[in-house]
């Protein structure tokens, strides 16, 4: 072993005096007498414009230079993000800056990515600021490897590996590569709720989106976890023990555990239930503006039933709207609870602070690149200038959304800075793609094979406008028809609507032939608006029927052509009424839709009256479970000396009508065997719906066991309630991104001798 000698403590203290004398010396031999620029060059240059170089510099020519100067230029320089290095010469009065310019991205691909589309990746790496053109940077690169597991993450993909390559290209350029692995999706495999006493594990999971995988799984992907998702899985949890009187649940923690091989989860939620409590009473405190009386009305909070957290949420909402209705746009109400625990009781207080009253300075609108101003003020309830009215705004904000231009339409308010009494409205839209050219093709058990064309623009030019032309052709049905609507021909609001179209049809009958009936027609109609919800139409048109001979050409219709002709030509007026009150139009869950159209012929070649009457209510159960009723009443009746026009019956059997039977092939039949239909209808449905099972909460899948009753009855036939058919049976609605899907599977259990049956019935496409 060989041992060092240790250098004494002297030679160390003259080495570092001895190495500070130096830095010093060095130091000094770099300061620079300030002086005046007389030019100012650079060198280094590839793409980058001179110009960045120069409005980057805290000086030009002419100005003084000194070593602040040389390095707050070089700290502006590099905060640039486009140099590797920069450095200031000086040569003589001229500062030649030499810089060094990071490679710019040329591509920037992907390898491996199954999950994603590259839209998607690429839109999310340009967030971060790595994209085509733009300046590399490996402390970018690096982050961008980290965006990219964050995507995966969210996607339940743990195990997912991200390589970054870069390849040098020439001109100073690189091509950087993502290579993913992404491995298995990381499903849940338990879901665990530890300290549940009142009620089952399994009713408490049952509110979960997020469950342990079904045979389903595939397409709802509910077993994948998501943090967002098991947040607002929670928040049902915590409702539900709130609504059921547990005022004092809490969730104490949630633990959520990944294997060693990333492939499997296992959720645990630790709650405390705490007692139950029942309400003792409500009463109101603070400053109710002298209408207490009116205020009590909107109390949903029941004494003596078990506290109810979403009713008293929805009471203070309701009092803090009436207030917003009189301009008080800042009101509080607090509920505030007094807990007896030796009874299990809670006295709710309600304290309410009007505050100040305000009124609407300005309303603002931002996101609309197309589409017009006037098209989403013409909607608003609440006027600049006026009162702050809460109701008014929340109805705003629906009829903008009701428009159906927009993804998202968000609204809120501002204080005015400098006032107490202004606010100001501010809207937030999104906007999407409104016009649509469709070419597809469905399929119904009823048309077979159907061809569509469609062209459809329903914001023309930002102005609201629609415009429409639809093309259909089936075995049974064929349609050209184009449609120009105007939502506010009127500046209150009157629409008007024109229709101009020609229709092909063969109606359905026992045996094969070929007559139809073609139809060519226009119409012009106008939709006053009574109230938010309730529309009044009314309008006039032209028709011109023809009917074509053929084989097996019913009898009916060749005496209705003796008595009016085999061409018919009639002048209709026509008026309805629709309230439409329903949360949404594809899968409804709660509210009515009520519709009352009357056809009158006035003029022409027939005189005849047509209504009917349609009736659906949603009722929900709960999260899950919806009811629905149907219903549909028709009439008609010729006028005068005229016969009821047989190509203006009313038809039953089929989807949408009474399942289990044939379409349209319910009621009076012809001598020769052919379905007429009749000049009067009585339907009816009930339905359970419930979302698929294995589909957890997803509304646009679901189920539904129904009950059908009706039939249609000639003009001169009784309404007979031993003539009714009745079907039961069970079916699928799938709002799919191909179109609308509706099968069912229906069993008669009131029949007559002579009915086509059709047990499975189905229908895709969009004219579902």
Known sequence: MILKKKPPVAGLLRASIATLLIAVAHSAAWAIDPFTVRDIRVEGLQRVEPGTIFISLPFQVGDTYNDEKAAAAIRSLFGLGLFKDVRIDVQGNVVVVIVEERPTIADVSFTGTKEFDKEVL???????????????????????EQELKRQYLNRSLYGAEVITTVTPMDRNRVNLNFN????????????????????????????????????????????R????????????????????????FKIDSTQVAISP?????????????????????????????GKE??????????????????????????????????????AQVQARPDIDRAN????????????????????????????????????????????????????????????GFFKNVDVDTTDVPGTNDQVDVNVKVEEKSTGNLTLGAGFSSADRLSLQVKVQQENVFGSGNYLGIDFNTSKTNRVLAFNAVDPYFTADGVSRAIDVYFRSQKPIEADTSNYRLKTTGASLRFGVPFSELTTVFFGGGFEQTTIVPGTNIPAAYLAYAKQAGLKSTLLPLTVGWSQDGRDSLLAPSKGRLQRVNAEWGVGGDAKYLRANYDFQQFIPLNKQFTVAVNSEVGWGKGLGNSPFPVFKT?????????????????????????YLGGSKKLYGAVELQTPFPGAGNDRTLRMFGFMDVGNVFGENQKLAFKDMRASVGFGLSWVSPVGPLRLA???????????????LQFQIGSSF
């Open 122 to 144: 690429v839109k999310a790496l340009r967030d971060i600021g790595l994209a085509e053109g733009r300046a590399y940077d490996k402390a970018l690169s690096d982050r961008a």
């Open 261 to 289: 091989d990333k492939q499997s989860i296992a959720i645990t939620v630790n709650i405390t239930e705490g007692a139950r409590f029942a309400v003792s009473g409500v009463k109101l405190e603070g400053n109710y503006l």
């Open 180 to 223: 993913v692995i992404e491995g298995d999706v990381a499903k849940i495999k338990t879901i665990d709720i530890v300290g549940a006493k009142a009620f089952s594990e399994g009713t408490l999971k049952g509110l979960f989106d997020q469950d342990t995988g079904g045979w389903l799984s595939w397409y709802t992907k509910s077993d």
């Open 344 to 403: 299990n009781t809670v006295a709710i207080t309600l304290v309410a602070d009007p505050s100040r009253r305000a009124y609407v300075r300005k309303i603002n609108i931002a996101g609309n690149a197309r589409t017009r101003d006037e098209v989403i003020r013409r909607e608003f309830r609440q006027f600049e200038s006026s009162w702050y009215d809460g109701e008014k705004i929340k109805l705003s904000r629906d009829r903008v959304d009701r428009l």
């Open 650 to 674: 009313f038809s039953a059997g089929g989807l949408g009508s009474v399942r289990g039977f044939e379409q349209g092939t319910l009621g009076p039949r012809d001598i020769t065997g052919a």
């Open 293 to 330: 009386e009116e205020f009590k009305t909107f109390v949903n909070i029941v004494a003596g039933q078990a506290y109810n957290s979403e009713r008293v949420a929805e009471t203070t909402k309701a009092f803090t709207d009436y207030f917003g209705t009189f301009g008080y746009a800042f």
């Open 745 to 759: 599977i229906a069993n008669p259990v009131r029949k007559q001798a002579g009915d086509k049956i059709q047990k």
């Open 225 to 248: 976890y998501s943090r967002t998702k098991l947040n607002a899985d929670l928040e049902s949890l915590r409702s539900y023990y709130l609504t059921r009187g547990y005022l004092e």
